[in-house]
């Protein structure tokens, strides 16, 4: 099996036992899954379909994301024995894929930033 990075940064993976919050180098990761050098990050595409006055003082549009014009964007076709980590929204964006990977079970920076993760997952419509 092999793992393909479709976000646009390397993704650090911890060990399990990890605690949420860590001083960024005061736990090493297990692996760094570096980005993709043959393919461009996938992204949740986006098409406004209109815009909204509700009085806030604040534009609002509307927005289809991921579905229509708004799909995703740059999504290889499967490949057997090939798994694709995308972004948790592009994952939920493309549920029928069976192929695609979402950080999962995160690790975060004393500030709160998320510098890692625990686990993945696979997007699952139940």
Do not use: C, W
């Amino acid at each position: 099996m092999h793992l393909v990075n479709l976000t646009p940064h390397p993704v650090a993976v911890y060990s399990v036992d990890t605690p949420d919050r860590i001083e960024p180098g005061s736990v090493l990761p297990l692996r760094v899954i570096s980005p993709s050098a043959q393919h461009q990050p996938a992204r949740l595409g986006q098409s406004v379909v209109g815009v909204d006055d509700l009085g806030l003082g604040i534009p609002v549009e509307q927005v289809a994301f991921g579905t229509g014009d708004g799909g995703v964007t740059a999504l290889p076709e499967p490949v057997e024995g090939v798994f694709y980590l995308v972004s948790l929204v592009v994952g939920l964006a493309a549920v029928e894929r069976t192929d695609l990977l979402v950080p999962h079970d995160t690790v975060r920076d004393l500030s709160g930033s998320i510098i890692g993760t625990r686990k993945l997952a696979r997007p699952h419509r139940s």
